[in-house]
Nanobody
Framework: QVQLVESGGGLVQAGGSLRLSCTPS????????MGWFRQAPGKEREFVAA????????YSADSMKGRFTISRDNTKNTVYLQMNSLKPEDTAVYFC?????????????????WGQGTQVTVSS
């Protein structure tokens, strides 16, 4: 059974930083594209960022660009989401996803595996 396990969420004040991690269990994901999505209460899931197996990145709208950075360490089989200058509107459950293709995509329907999510709460 393939599982993605997210960690690193928590409560942080506005302007603070968090680094989320995603580690798959059951197999190596070094050749897969990986993505981060988030879902705030009462809102639809939205794309945050994605990364190819070789490190090519794809980011969502400008509001996150420059504040969030996705990276991966294939030797550790781990994907990261560094989040800086956090805002209360970044409060959401953040999900890690894996795609059985090398190219990243912003479409959630094209990912094959999902984690359970980690809560990020940003206080004002």
């Amino acid at each position: 059974q393939v599982q993605l396990v997210e960690s690193g969420g928590g409560l942080v004040q506005a302007g603070g930083s968090l680094r989320l991690s995603c580690t798959p269990s059951g197999r190596t994901f070094s050749s897969y594209a990986m993505g981060w999505f988030r879902q705030a209460p009462g809102k639809e899931r939205e794309f945050v960022a994605a990364i190819s197996w070789s490190g090519g990145t794809l980011y969502s709208a400008d509001s996150m660009k420059g504040r969030f950075t996705i990276s991966r360490d294939n030797t550790k089989n781990t994907v990261y989401l560094q989040m800086n200058s956090l805002k209360p509107e970044d409060t959401a459950v953040y999900f890690c996803a894996a795609r059985r293709l090398v190219a990243p995509t912003s479409r959630g329907s094209e990912y094959d595996y999902w984690g359970q999510g980690t809560q990020v709460t940003v206080s004002s």
